[in-house]
């Protein structure tokens, strides 16, 4: 029996489109027949036979056998893969393993195999056709993209990554890919780095690869922007957080000069922090561009603010980011830089561990469950037994559980999803937020993102934006500390006038938390203006740790408070 996705990664995007769409038809078979295909191709690994995978025939025979799993519970089995050990979780030798630091700050490593590989792809193929069918959509209704895209001789309904290549080139920000090993010689990379290695766009990336890979911050920043900035075909920018595309754009504006120079001149800057090898790979890259340095500087000289995307990206006609969760408030924060026809679509919900959905339509989180890939149970979160994709109602909100050909089974995402219609019978799904991260000290259990919102919309009442928002579950005093670092600047805020305005948001909003207030249950949450750089000191100790800062997903819901040194004000 052939699994789901390989009949994906096997067609033409156009057939396997149609194929999609008949499985989203049948969403009890697809799911059946997956989990079929993946139990029958782990019968005789080490956890096969621990979960008497002989004996299953059936979903019930599944969930009979096989528990409910963390991280922690798959852990032993991981060790001996990193040892390189086969057959343990799945049949054969593992390909690779993807480090993510998850919610908690502990590394995982999480495995990957061929099989998964192509699931995975399958999903990621499938996500590009759906963005391209709204590509030439956008295209259409765009006089700007129209002459652009006529003035380079491109056919507008060729779309595909495949017919794009030689003609456009896209910006990616992108996680380094390191060359680090387990014991067992087996290699370690990113998500957002394997992800680009199969995205059907890794051939038109409009710098050197070879610069995902810098140990400077900076130096990253620095050349990738100048050798994207030599381009002015670039179509697509992407970014799993837009705050980081948004970080590159203003640090672009900020060295203009200095980096017109280089373009010019085919140099690389001195100041820059790279090792001797780094930098006879940049020198190697560079040469002389006098034509389009001459470019960038009459935008320059039109005045700072317009060094921008809008100007020295003509033909920029596509947006990828996450769209929700708490980092799609982000977004707003790119806008500005880029043409108002651009069209904003979701990078899709995933993780280190499955690509979940595929968003169909521009400007929305939501995606179709990518049933083809990835067995799924939901729980609800009233309580229950877990239910399967076919079974979830419209509205609804569940824990995630998945169950995938590189060895996760039954396994807790801690992630919380909402049900948004349906594409046949299977179910359209966007991230909420992680179980972690839902707020409660009196069972008002507040969702982190939503509570974020609130923190937005009475800053911007205020008159700023938060670069970064913190919260701390205070239970001593029974109430919050919330702690905001402004984007810019320090306001003359009264932050007591904040927290009783942000306390007034969320008693509005929140049924719950409004009832505890009233009960005395929970008292008055504080507000506390934070210095410039916490956010940064954040990433750089999260960095220490081993993450990229690309892959980092700074907490809302924190278990200790900042150190005081970083407080400027507080109510």
């Known amino acids: 029996m052939s699994a789901p996705y390989d009949e994906v990664i096997s067609l033409p995007d156009r057939e396997a489109v149609g194929i999609w769409k008949d499985m989203c038809g049948d969403c009890r078979g697809t799911q059946e027949r997956l989990l079929t295909c993946i139990v029958e191709s782990a019968r ?17 025979d599944f969930r009979r056998e096989v528990p409910i799993s963390d991280y922690e519970d798959l852990e032993p089995y991981i060790d001996r893969l990193a040892k390189g050990e086969a057959d343990v979780l799945f049949a054969g030798a593992t390909d690779y393993f993807i480090s993510t630091s998850g919610t908690t700050g502990k590394a995982k490593m999480i495995p990957e195999c061929r099989a998964s590989l192509n699931a995975k792809n399958a999903v990621n193929k499938l996500r590009n056709a759906c963005m391209a069918v709204a590509l030439q959509k956008t295209i259409a209704g765009s006089r700007r993209l129209q002459t652009a895209l006529a003035s380079m001789g491109v056919d507008l309904g ?95 504006q900020e060295h203009a000069e200095e980096i017109i120079s280089d373009i010019r001149n085919g140099t690389v800057s001195p100041r820059l922090s790279l090792s001797e090898e780094e930098r006879r790979i940049a020198e190697g890259h560079a040469e002389p561009d006098p034509a389009s340095a001459d470019r960038l500087q009459k935008i320059l000289d039109t005045g700072r603010e317009n060094f921008t995307p809008r100007n020295y990206w003509p033909c920029l006609a596509a947006a990828r980011f996450w769209l929700g969760g708490s980092v799609g408030v982000n977004v707003d924060k790119v806008r500005p830089f880029l043409p108002d026809d651009v069209m904003y679509f979701d990078i899709g919900y995933g993780a280190s561990e499955a690509k979940i959905n595929i968003p169909t339509v521009p400007g929305s989180p939501v995606g179709v469950l990518g049933t083809m890939s990835v067995f799924y149970e939901f729980v609800p979160l009233d309580g229950g037994e877990p239910l399967l994709a076919d079974e979830l109602e419209d509205g609804g909100e569940y824990e995630l559980l998945l169950t995938n050909i590189a060895g996760l089974y039954r396994y807790r995402m801690h992630d919380i999803v909402r049900v948004v219609g349906f594409t046949g019978n299977t179910p359209n799904v966007e991230f909420v937020t992680k179980s972690r991260e839902i707020l409660n000290i009196a069972q008002e259990k507040l969702p982190a993102p939503s509570v974020l919102d609130c923190v937005n919309e009475v800053a911007s009442s205020l008159g700023f934006v938060p670069r970064q928002t913190q919260i701390y579950e205070n239970i001593p005093a029974q109430a919050y500390d919330v702690y905001i670092e402004p984007e810019s600047g320090h306001p003359s805020v009264d932050v007591s006038a904040m927290s009783e305005a942000l306390d007034g ?67």
């Open 44 to 60: 005789d690994t080490a956890y096969g036979r621990d979960h008497n995978f002989d004996s299953i025939g059936s979903v019930e």
């Open 158 to 252: 060729a779309m595909s990554p495949r017919d794009l290549a030689g003609k456009f080139t896209y910006y990616s920000v992108t996680s380094a890919i390191p060359d680090r090993r387990t014991e067992g010689g087996i290699s370690i990379g990113f998500a957002s780095g394997k992800t680009f290695e199969g995205s059907g766009f890794s051939d038109m990336l409009s710098y050197p690869s070879e610069f995902m890979g810098l140990s400077d911050g900076e130096a990253t920043m620095y050349l990738t922007m100048m050798f994207a900035l030599r381009h002015d075909n670039v179509a697509l920018v992407t970014s799993n957080n837009a705050a980081r595309l948004h970080a590159r754009l203003v640090y672009a």
């Open 505 to 571: 948001k969320l008693r509005e909003r929140f049924e719950l938390y409004n009832r505890n207030r009233m009960l005395g249950s929970l008292n008055r949450l504080t507000v506390h203006l934070m210095k410039d750089g916490w956010q940064e000191s954040l990433f750089r100790k999260r960095e220490s740790e081993g993450a990229p800062r690309s892959q980092i997903k700074l907490d809302t819901r924190i278990r200790s408070r900042p150190e005081d040194d970083w407080i400027i004000r507080e109510d």
